[in-house]
């Protein structure tokens, strides 16, 4: 089955490098023409995505469809794909000619004759040097860089490099249009010229464009679709209005733009309470749930005191250009506002936010759950490989632990939870983190951290690539090596078994 | 699936063999034969401590072992202490040295070693200083002669290397022309005089070309002995003598590992 | 100033006493006499181009060009096997997995750190071992044993200096792994494999000890035939010094031709195109 929208397809694509998941599941569908952006942190898989589309790296499971017909087992260079690197790769010991007729003068044209007998017949040929030479100049044409064909590339500044190595991937005229962050290597002013050129470009040559990067703002000048990626999972598709205005979660949101981040309750119909206050919100939660609140800086207004909802104290200013940015202390959570309003600082003043501006979003952590934990033979639940000290009683009601560490319950059976296979769940308060990485019990590294108003909510990942979510009012940064340490009473844990069957007779 | 497909690693397999065949084998077997012998009636080969007894038990051969030792060290040191200063000028970016290492070190190469040093057997003669009468003076002069370039080259790699800007902090920071010297440069450029020392000491313990035609073959080295086993065909004596050398180079990295820098600064001129 | 005068003074006297018996050797390869005497100088007797005559028609000069012309085959036929074998290692070194990389790179570093009798001895045991003959080829492996490591250490960093993804924006645009490898990834390393080239030219040149282990002793190289003169207190061969001449003068030729063509590229032929 053919669908002439769709160009191309991966379906449940997964990579592995060394058990380490670098892209898991990735499903996604491109349209003819689209500017599609894989966005997102270095190393959530972006680049590895990018690379398996061109081929060169092949997907431990999943296909790849390109109008419809399988391509995840081809090599690179029998795909109509084309490439532009990050660092553009152009071969520097050839001219520009060269580097653009590169594949010209490899490609192999079909063309059909009819042979003495009027047989109909397909044969290939290579270009002629004088179709290589009009190919190669409209694609100079095309970058804005006629004349240049027997320039050294080595004497061509950075931008013009980058318009060479897009010449000689266009030039081959590919159906889809690789990115990989090309622009990450140029200076700030040369990459805001270059974005818009290709997006010109994209327009005129109307070829689909998958491109990479890391930068959020070039995300959402250029794309037509935004896939936003994270641990190698797609966080969020959608366009740059939807990923801004509607982020599903709360690292879309810290990730794309700025924003104010907050733990919420659901506390009645479209009614939400953060930093001490009821809200009312257009989305519909359940009752109690507890949610995480994302407000854009620029939604927030600022009036004078008891104007608004809600009164805090302005603590700090800064002139950011087009407007001012203000942070304002509400109870213990802080507020960041973005206005042209002058405000004076150390002053009483007040928010209003308008219900369409409150996004809420499902929580994403509201515990850590680790359904691959066991019990060992001194009764420690071991997370990460690591053994961490718990209430085993808790397994079976009104039981105790007697001298040889078996469980003995109120009848005096006795029970055995030596390598049982337990659900261990710890909420993201109960976990201390500790700057020292032998202090703790398990140690690891900070792979993320989300301001939520009075609290941090960082990410610990430990070498098990295990992941502990921990709720923390101190400051850490991103790559800290710590380790972590929980309160034994804390550890709620669940048998994966009927307690029955471990019962010792 | 079943097809291997090409990978461009597999073309360095080649040389994987090539080193297996040519560098690790007989390196093994160098240790087999040190501890081996073979009947010359009966012809078999059997494990034994022989060749260590032979070796140690001749004091010919342990007088040669600490002459070679004696000389090693001499000409290292002297090495050294004429080679820093040049190599320490030319790594100078101020003047423009490059074409010098080159002729110092591509151009005398192209014509042969030994020939190179019965030239200086002759200059040194037709100057006075007869190999003859004076085999230690003259051996000498000769290492010096050989070996200066090959201290030289790791040095300047590693002075080219070094971050100038110590010596300014060095400076800076009180210490006078004599402590930056002993405190910041030697220091830094450790990792080329050990790398200079290695490929100095050994090399001039085990030649014997130099000693027989500087020294009009009155001065015996080890590599003398080897030479000897190997005319004799005495292999298991000679891997012996090869196994102490041995010994000794691995000794030496060893001791100087942590010292030596990552990246090899013999490489660095090529 | 006085300071980078000395400096400098230092260098070139240096280089003075460093090429001073090869200056030696040329200036006696005008004067015909067995040995090097100053007072033939002097005297200004025997001043004439006799030994070039002799090198090349004298029955003396026969040996010593023979020898020459051996030593310039096993250099340039073991320089020409250790660049090719070399390349290839280097590349897929570069492109192995860490720990075979690691191990390639011990592997040669065993022939640079060995002095060279212990080279020349495990491999003369190795030909023993296995019962061959001492012949051409094994005296080839000698060479190649001492030279390959350098030609890898000499086109590695320019491995190292390319982009990352030269080899696969070629496949990229079309081109089969055999043309990546050709069309991109050789020239782009061409520098270092030509030093690499020259280096083992060089090191195969001067050597004396492989060589002297592992020929057939009625295969004679310069060195060879140097060392079995001059070791017994012989005199340096006269013909050697007009030898030694010409080629200081014809390396000399070529490092100037390196000199001043390097920088300057020639302009590439266009053919159709205008």
Request: proline share 3%.
């Amino acid at each position: 089955m053919k669908n002439s929208n769709k160009i191309i397809e991966l379906k449940n694509i997964c990579k592995e490098y060394d058990g380490v998941l670098a892209v898991d599941n990735f499903n996604l569908y491109v349209k003819k023409g689209e500017f599609v952006t894989f966005l997102g942190p270095s190393g959530c898989g972006k680049t590895t995505t990018l690379r398996m589309i061109a081929g060169f790296e092949m997907p431990t499971s999943g296909v790849i469809l390109l109008n419809g017909e399988d391509i995840s087992k081809l090599p690179p260079y029998e795909r109509p794909v084309n490439t532009v690197f990050q660092r553009y790769a152009l071969f520097t010991h050839m001219d520009v000619y060269d580097n653009i007729a590169f594949g010209l003068k490899l490609k192999k044209i079909k063309y059909t004759y009819v042979d003495k007998k009027g047989v109909t017949k397909e044969k290939y040929r290579k270009y002629t040097n004088e179709e290589i030479d009009e190919k190669v100049r409209k694609a100079l044409k095309i970058v804005d860089l006629e004349e240049f064909e027997y320039r050294d590339v080595a004497t061509l500044s950075g931008g013009q490099q980058q318009r060479i190595a897009i010449a000689r991937a266009i030039v081959n005229e590919p159906q889809i249009l690789l990115l990989d962050e090309p622009l990450g290597a140029l200076d700030l002013k040369m990459r805001k010229e270059m974005q818009e050129e290709l997006k010109a470009m994209h327009k005129k040559l109307g070829i689909t464009f998958i491109y990479v990067t890391h930068d959020q703002e070039e995300a959402l000048t250029m794309s037509d679709t935004i896939v936003v990626m994270k641990d190698g999972m797609i966080q969020q598709i959608g366009t740059p209005e939807d990923i801004y205005n509607e982020p599903k979660n709360a690292f879309v949101a810290d990730f794309i733009g700025e924003s104010n981040i907050y733990s919420a309750t659901m506390v009645g119909d479209k009614m939400v309470r953060f930093i001490n206050h009821n809200f009312v919100c257009v989305d519909e939660f359940e009752l109690h749930e507890k949610v995480d609140v994302v407000i854009r800086p620029e939604d927030i207004i600022l009036g004078n005191e008891n104007e608004g909802m809600v009164n805090g104290k302005l603590i700090s200013k800064t002139f950011k250009g087009v407007h001012y940015e203000y942070v304002m202390m509400v109870g213990r959570n802080e507020v960041v506002i973005q206005t042209t309003d002058n405000f004076e600082i150390n002053k009483i003043a007040s928010i209003s936010i308008d219900p369409f501006n409150i996004h809420i979003m499902k929580k994403e952590f509201t515990v850590n759950k680790y359904s691959d934990a066991w019990i060992d033979k001194n009764n420690n639940v071991v997370i990460s490989e690591e053994p961490f000290e718990c209430d085993i009683t808790q397994l079976v009601p009104g039981s105790h632990v007697d001298e040889e560490g078996y469980v003995v319950d109120q009848h005096g059976i006795k029970y055995d939870f030596t390598d049982a296979d337990v659900i261990a769940e710890i909420s993201l308060k109960d976990i201390e983190v500790i700057d020292n990485e032998e202090d703790g019990i398990v140690s690891g590294e900070i792979v993320s951290i989300i301001y939520k108003g009075d609290h941090y909510q960082i990410i610990v990942r430990t070498e098990e690539d295990e992941d502990f979510v921990i709720d923390t009012e101190y400051t850490w940064n991103e790559f800290d090596k710590v380790s972590v340490k929980v309160d034994p009473k804390k550890i709620k844990l669940t048998l994966k078994a009927e307690v029955k069957e471990y019962v010792k007779d | 699936m079943s097809k291997i497909k090409f990978q461009r690693k597999f073309l360095a397999i080649p040389y994987g063999i090539f080193l297996v065949l040519f560098v690790i084998i007989p390196m093994v077997l160098i240790v087999v034969y040190a501890f081996s012998n073979t009947d010359p009636v009966t012809n078999k080969t059997t494990f034994s401590f022989d060749n260590l007894t032979t070796f140690f038990s001749n004091s010919y051969n342990l007088h040669t072992f600490l002459i070679s030792l004696a000389i090693g060290l001499g000409n290292t040191l002297i090495c050294l202490i004429i080679g820093y200063p040049i190599a320490y000028i030319l790594a100078k970016k101020e003047y423009k040295f490059n074409y010098i290492i080159v002729l110092l070190f591509i151009m005398p190469m192209w014509i042969n070693f030994v020939l190179r040093t019965a030239a200086t057997r002759d200059l040194l003669f037709a100057m006075g200083l007869s190999g003859g009468e004076h085999p230690y003076i003259s051996t000498m002069i000769g290492m010096v002669y050989n070996y200066l370039p090959f201290t030289i080259l790791p040095l300047y790699t590693t002075m080219l290397k070094m971050d100038k800007s110590l010596i300014e902090a060095s400076m800076d920071l009180g210490a006078n022309k004599v402590q930056t010297f002993t405190k910041t440069i030697i220091p830094m450029t450790l990792p080329g005089i050990i790398s200079a020392s290695s490929m100095v000491f050994m090399p001039t313990m085990s030649s014997y070309v130099i000693s027989d035609v500087m020294g009009e073959r009155q001065i015996s080295l080890i590599g003398n002995i080897i030479q000897l086993y190997f005319d004799q065909g005495l292999w298991n004596l000679g891997s012996f003598v090869a196994l102490i050398l041995l010994v000794i180079i691995l000794g030496f990295m060893i001791a100087t590992r942590n010292m030596e820098k990552e990246d090899n600064v013999r490489g660095g001129l090529w | 100033m006085v300071k980078k005068i000395f400096a400098k003074g230092f260098i070139y006297l240096m280089l003075l006493l460093m090429y001073a018996p090869i200056i030696l050797l040329i200036i006696f390869s005008f004067v015909e006499f067995d040995h090097i005497d100053f007072r033939q100088l002097v005297s200004g007797e025997n001043i004439n181009f006799n030994l070039y005559k002799e090198l090349f028609t004298g029955e003396d000069g026969e040996t010593v060009v023979q020898a020459f012309k051996n030593t310039l085959l096993v250099a340039v036929v073991s320089a020409m096997v250790s660049t090719i074998l070399g390349t290839f290692a280097a590349i897929g070194m570069y492109y192995s997995g860490k720990k075979m990389r690691k191990a390639y790179e011990i592997g040669g570093q065993i022939p640079i750190l060995n002095p060279e009798i212990i080279t020349a001895l495990s491999l003369t045991i190795l030909f023993v071992f296995v019962g061959i003959q001492f012949n051409f080829i094994t005296l080839l492996i000698g060479h190649v044993v001492l030279t390959i490591p350098f030609v890898v250490l000499s086109i590695l960093p320019k491995l190292k200096q390319m982009d990352n993804n030269i080899y696969e924006a070629a496949l990229d645009l079309g081109a089969k792994p055999s043309k990546a490898l050709t069309k991109i990834i050789i020239p782009q390393i061409m520098p270092g494999i030509l030093s690499g080239f020259i280096l083992a030219v060089t090191l195969s040149l001067d050597d004396y000890i492989i060589t002297a282990f592992t020929r057939n002793n009625s295969f004679v190289t310069l060195s060879t035939y140097v060392y079995g003169v001059t070791s017994k207190r012989g005199a340096i061969p006269p013909t050697l010094r007009a030898l030694t001449t010409i080629i200081v003068v014809v390396t000399l030729i070529v490092l100037l031709i390196i000199n001043f063509t390097s920088g300057k590229k020639p302009m590439k032929k266009r053919g159709t195109r205008v």
